[in-house]
């Protein structure tokens, strides 16, 4: 059973910083590109950042306009774990974050409608 469990929400002031954390299980994902989406109330989901990875290494990261150079993707191998590190909060960054798997080989960002798998959600709320 394929299972994405992330962790690491919560309340933070403006300024601040969170780290988020996918604990990826059920299958191997090697062949999988992982990545981060949030759904703010009332929007629609949309891409935060995604991370392919190549014989262990990272291979390819790419972050939506709004959060680059402030939120940063990373993997753990050894513990199969996928991290959003995010620095410099701002309000609008309030949402429900989701971990999401796609199966393919190619690599970038992709439209939510084409997630295989997702997590349950981790609530971020920024206040001002």
């Known amino acids: 059973q394929v299972q994405l469990v992330e962790s690491g929400g919560g309340l933070v002031q403006a300024g601040g910083s969170l780290r988020l954390s996918c604990v990826a299980s059920?299958?191997?994902?090697?062949?999988?590109?992982m990545g981060w989406f949030r759904q703010a109330p009332g929007k629609e989901r949309e891409f935060v950042a995604t991370?392919?990875?190549?014989?262990?290494?990272?291979?390819?990261?790419d972050y939506a306009d709004s959060v680059k150079g402030r939120f940063r993707i990373s993997r753990d191998n050894a513990k199969n774990t996928v991290y959003l590190q995010m620095n410099s909060l701002k309000p609008e960054d309030t949402a429900v974050y989701y971990c999401?798997?796609?199966?393919?080989?190619?690599?970038?960002?992709?439209?939510?409608?084409?997630?295989?798998?997702w997590g349950q959600g981790t609530q971020v709320t920024v206040s001002s």
């Open positions: 999401a798997a796609r199966a393919t080989l190619a690599y970038g960002r992709w439209p939510a409608t084409m997630t295989d798998y």
């Open positions: 059920g299958r191997d994902f090697s062949n999988y590109v």
């Open positions: 991370i392919r990875w190549s014989s262990g290494s990272i291979f390819y990261t």
